[in-house]
């Protein structure tokens, strides 16, 4: 806004005063508005009458409308296209050369995008603040335009665009591990700095956008160029001419950062905002990183710094320009960049991937750059943050993946039980046969009640015979007998209409009888039913069930699992979902049972089970996730594993897989952004649990925005487990591009990683076995489950058996996949793990390892991985229980028991304590010490009571001819599992010892009936059987 003042006498021109200045945004054109009107503050210049004579003064404002003849982009090109914003922030801890006195300096930053017709256009950020620090920059402050003719102080701030910050370990770039926060806090506090704050804009057409999105698939890494320019001043009045001698001069302080984008590759990611260290500008250490050969400020010319003036928004077919400076006492010109300008009829290389097999150039030494170094020594870094307006690759939302999940399994809800039906046909007859009872023991009182108040007790057989005789006698004849039966007809015939469903007539009359024979079985059967509910007192008790918890039938399984005999194991899974069928963690175990022999259709019907009962179960959407991947079904996997790390964007296990199945798919940016995600969860769970600890502790610190943790860092994929102890000391590596070398080598594995997999044991006491008998599952007892704990997470036991949070997110992939039997996933997460800057061969590395040679019977492999296990953790029990295993299966059960006996001498237990127990009972009794063995199966009836520790137990009593107490633990094994031979055949001999002679007969029949296979103790029977002369019905 310009005040013309009237022209004084003797004035050649009338003379003119700028009141302020607004600033209109046209973005709203380049969202296809054709027409926009907005209210644009007014902001008075220095000295202005506008400027308010107090505060509380209204502000004045514009009303400014605008108008063009038709949409600046079609349709298509708004779809298609994108917006691209940067925001420079600021560059930290500059070198101390860097001082505000002396000649003047303009401090630059630029970088170049894909533009209109895919050529490239390059952004530049001029004239940074040097501050000398001693305080924080506010936040959140305002995003400044990057236009150079602002003069009104204010109307340089974009309206509602604002730098907010944000915590340190939330950023994508660089110096965000929480021991970076000391050295960024005293940068961005104390030291020295340049401040930009500027916002610049660039619209890509869909050209661009697909030239940008492949760029960055190529390159990866973005550079980002620093310079300082010394500024010159003009004599007043005089043009200003450019020093010919300072054109050709070395670039000032020539840095480059740089940025990796591939995190705008991530479906659903538009911005990404970080700390990116400055690096001396070394040819071939920019073309090696980023493919680019052209440097933004020693290639071009000093247009560039002009094309930056002209606009808000920057386009690339701006023209250079001259703008006209409203005082015009001084003109400042910059000192060209070295280099002339190309031809205007040459396109300047650009940042695109160079083909040529042509060598570079020899790269000066170091020694050519030494200002650039000096950013190094510095630690200089510059906060940068590139939005998008439109994600790059959209994300799926969780209603669209939730619907698709609904439509592969769709919800089962359970049936609603009929009122009527066969059940109540059934419950008719019941009543009629009570009502019809009690009938005929009226009649029978009214006909013999004296006779047997009479005699009481004392009536004989013969007196029972005669008076059932004249009760039928005399029902016959007065036609009861009849009434009675029509009585029940019509309860009988619902039963064969709703129970057998027999509507039509039969075909054949040998049809008709059998199923008569049918039909008088079962009505036999309830008419009994039905007089044991109406006399109790008259009927003998009959013997009480013995109730297994779902729990008991879990360990019963898995014993069955280890001795291999699967059909047993299956038998008790069965079991549990027939009395649960509601309950998915019985379809994930049975599921998991089928995983074990390989089933995997079956299995995959039993975790689509579960998951139609939950849909938000986050483990059934693993399995089911896992089971596609097995069956090669690829797209419904995607679909599951994006699922569930929707439903639960912290769990670890989920972006893992997400990781690996992307690996399967070749797809290495989106395997980078899973991992990325999943140490992020992990890192912050361990800084969580950090807090936890000290408030339980009462030993609280307050960790800060970005904060570092005193006692523990963490590196890019976990913790580094500095010991055995229980204290964990986490360590990360320094330098910034761990992450990227690691995921070079991830790259490199996949090829190797697609041979055949060998399924693998785990050491989580979870999980079922394989027919090798390892026995690294714990038996399922009361779960006190953590309230804070994820959902889905399955804690490893440490070695010490008590829980520890995983190292790294592969480690603790593998356990849940250990858990669930999904072993072919292993050996690849195993080779992740080894190459993992914080994995790396450790203890629990060479456990699993280990397993996988005793799958394979490769005994001597297993024992030399379970040696470095040993040397890593020499007083860890889990080591000597897989020790005491591998002996035990190799027939070596002396150095087994040694390896047992450690293990339980321990303070601390293993992770599979009730097999070591098994194991080394079953030791003593074959070494015949029978004291010790008593001893060891009592410690296992304790912990976890089963058919197999009774049984022990009874044995080791038997041996010692305690009788009494073998019969007692033997009764109790045979009421857990009455289809085992073997505590038959010692039940048996029992009896034989106490001449029991109908007891041990009953005893040796369901043994020879069962098929006992110890010949050793079959013969045993035979002799004592001899020896009493009984026992035997075949004698």
Known sequence: MTEVLPKEKKQKDEKTLILGQAVVDLIPLLEGESSFETMAPLHPVPGSPLEPLRSGVKQCSLEVKVFVAEPLLTTAQILGGNLLKVTLEAAYSVPESFIPVGPLQNYMIGLQVPSVGEKDYSILFKNGTLKLGGEREPVPRPKKWPIANILAPGANNIPDAFIIGGPYEEEDGELNRPEDKEFRNQAECIKKRIIWD?????????????????????????????TRVPLTIAPKGKAAKFDKADDESQLSFHGVAYVNMVPLLYPGVKRIRGAFHVYPYLDSTVYEKTKCSFSLFRDTGHHLVQNNKIGGINSPLSKPAVSKNVKEDKTVKEKDIEGK??????????????????????????????????????????????????????????????????????????????TGGAQKAVSDYHTQVKNISRAILDEYHRMFGKQVAKLG?????????????????????????????????????????????????????????????????????????????????????????????????????????????????????????????QNLEHWLDYGAFCLLTEDNIKAQECFQKALSLNQNHIQSLLLCGVLAVLMENYEQAEIFFEDATCLEPTNVVAWTLLGLYYEIQNNDIRMEMAFHEAFKQLQARMLQAQIMKQRSTGTVEYIEEGGKVEESSLGPWGITNGSSATAIKVEAPAGPSILDDFLEESSKLQS??????????????????????????????????????????????????????????????IRFLMKVNAVQYVHRVLAHELLCPQGGPSCEYYLVLAQTHLLKK??????????????????????????????????????????????????????????????????????????????????????????????????????????????????????????????????????LKAGRQLEAEQAYKYTMKLKLKDETLLAEIHMVQETVGFGNPSF
Request: contains cysteine; aromatic residues 10%.
């Open 198 to 226: 500027l916002e610049s804009r660039c619209y890509l057409d869909p050209p661009a956008v697909a030239s940008f999105q492949k760029r960055i698939a190529d390159c990866r890494f973005w550079p980002v160029e620093i």
């Open 752 to 813: 190797d990683s697609r041979e055949h997999i060998i399924s693998t044991q785990s050491q989580d006491p979870t999980i079922s076995q394989k027919p090798s008998n390892i026995l690294l599952k714990e038996m399922p007892v009361k779960k006190e489950t953590s309230k804070c704990q994820d959902s889905s997470i399955v804690l490893y036991p440490s070695p010490y058996g008590v829980s520890q949070t995983p190292a790294t997110i592969f480690m603790e992939t």
């Open 858 to 991: 490769d005994f001597a492999k297993a024992e030399e991985c379970l040696q470095q296990a040993a040397q890593m953790d020499y007083l860890n029990p889990n080591v000597w229980g897989v020790k005491g295993h591998l002996y035990f299966l190799s027939g070596n059960h002396a150095e087994a028991k040694a390896c047992y006996e450690r293990t339980i001498s321990f303070v601390v237990d293993a992770s599979e304590m009730h097999f070591i127990f098994l194991r080394l009972g079953q030791i003593y009794l074959e070494e015949k010490e029978y004291e010790k063995a008593k001893k060891t199966y009592l410690q296992a009836c304790k912990r976890s009571p089963s058919c197999l520790t009774w049984l022990g137990l009874g044995i080791a009593c038997y041996r010692l001819e305690e009788l009494t107490e073998a019969e007692d633990a033997l009764s109790e094994a045979n009421a857990l599992n009455n289809y085992n031979a073997e505590v038959w055949a010692y039940l048996a001999l029992v009896s």
């Open 341 to 418: 300008p190309r031809p205007g009829d040459m396109q300047p290389p650009s940042i695109k991937s160079q083909s040529s097999d042509t060598p570079l150039e020899v790269e000066p030494p170091l020694s050519h750059n030494p200002e650039g170094q000096q950013y190094v020594e510095a630690g200089t870094y510059i906060v940068l943050e590139i939005q998008l307006d439109k994600a790059l690759v959209p994300k799926r939302m969780p209603e669209e993946l939730a619907r698709r999940v609904k439509e592969m399994i769709p919800p089962r809800p359970p049936l609603t039980r009929r």
């Open 457 to 581: 007790s004392d009536m004989d057989s013969e007196t029972l015979e005669e008076q059932k005789c004249q009760l039928n006698y005399e029902l016959n004849c007065s036609g009861k007998y009849f009434a009675f039966k029509e009585q029940l007809k019509h309860a009988v015939v619902k039963i064969v209409r709703e129970k057998y469903l027999k509507t039509t007539s039969f075909e054949s009359q040998e049809e008709l009888q059998t199923f008569i024979s049918e039909l008088y079985v079962f009505l036999v059967d309830q008419m009994h039913v039905a007089l044991n509910q109406t006399m109790p007192d008259d009927i003998q008790g009959t013997v009480p069930t013995i109730y297994t918890s779902s729990e008991q039938l879990r360990l019963f399984a898995f014993e069955a699992e280890v001795n291999e005999n699967f059909e047993m194991a299956a038998v008790y899974y069965e079991e549990r979902l027939v009395r649960e069928p």
